[in-house]
């Protein structure tokens, strides 16, 4: 069974980047696409972007140009860089993994069926 | 970007009464939505995906229903665990969104 766990700073100064890690255990890494979600505290759920295992990445547009995230495959993990933070980026930082497997089927589906159990990053001074 | 209205944002239902939370999404996004249930302190688990298809290990009280821009979760019989709070999402289009959110409590 696949588990996610996410790794980094939990308090992050204003401006700075936020550095996330989501290392993958029971799986290969290689043939998913691999998510950033979060979510502020009490509120509902945003779709930050992706990545595969050759690099590609998308983002939300909202977020585009402070994002960056990468790939790790021989240490089976991927990370995420979020720059220039405020305090509205303060929220629960989830890694998730897309539902279709690559070697066996159309992918990416954009359901996320499992998640890593969240870390809670705080942007303040 | 697509927006997916979830009301109410709580919803009081008892034990063995049967659920319907609704999702409107702002403009069609034919059968391309899932639906996630969250528990306090815990992360979002896919329960539907494709509108209507259960995720692996989901009981099948639960099922979804709907096409365009209105869609349904229903359970059938509630249990005690089913009490959480559930979101919509679409893939229909760039970014992919979801909804506020229903909390279903006990009445």
């Known amino acids: 069974q696949v588990q996610l766990q996410e790794s980094g700073p939990r308090l992050v100064k204003p401006s700075e980047t936020l550095s996330l890690t989501c290392t993958v255990s029971?799986?290969?890494?290689?043939?998913?696409?691999w998510n950033w979600i979060r979510q502020p505290a009490g509120k509902g759920l945003e779709w930050i972007g992706r990545?595969?295992?050759?690099?590609?990445?998308n983002q939300n547009p909202s977020l585009k140009s402070r994002v960056t995230m990468s790939v790790d495959t021989s240490k089976n993990e991927f990370s995420l860089k979020l720059s220039s933070v405020t305090a509205a980026d303060t929220a629960i930082y989830y890694c998730?993994?897309?539902?279709?497997?690559?070697?066996?089927?159309?992918?990416?589906?954009?359901?996320?069926?499992?998640w890593g159990q969240g870390t809670l990053v705080t942007v303040s001074s | 970007e697509i927006v997916l209205t979830q009301t109410p944002a709580t919803l009081s239902l008892s034990p063995g009464e049967r659920a319907t939370l609704p999702c409107r999404a702002s403009?069609?996004?034919?059968?391309?939505l899932a639906w996630y249930q969250q528990k306090p302190g815990q992360a979002p688990r896919l329960l539907i995906y494709?509108?209507?298809n259960r995720a692996t290990g989901i009981p099948a009280r639960f099922s979804g229903s709907g096409s365009g821009t209105d869609f349904t979760l229903t359970i059938s019989s509630l249990e005690p665990e089913d009490f959480a709070v559930y979101y919509c999402q679409q893939r229909s289009d760039w970014p992919y969104t979801f909804g506020q959110g229903t909390k279903l409590e006990i009445k």
């Open positions: 998730a993994r897309d539902k279709a497997d690559c070697s066996t089927t159309s992918c990416p589906a954009n359901w996320f069926d499992s």
């Open positions: 990545i595969y295992t050759t690099g590609s990445t």
């Open positions: 494709d509108t209507s």
């Open positions: 029971g799986a290969s890494i290689s043939t998913y696409y």
């Open positions: 403009q069609s996004i034919s059968s391309y």
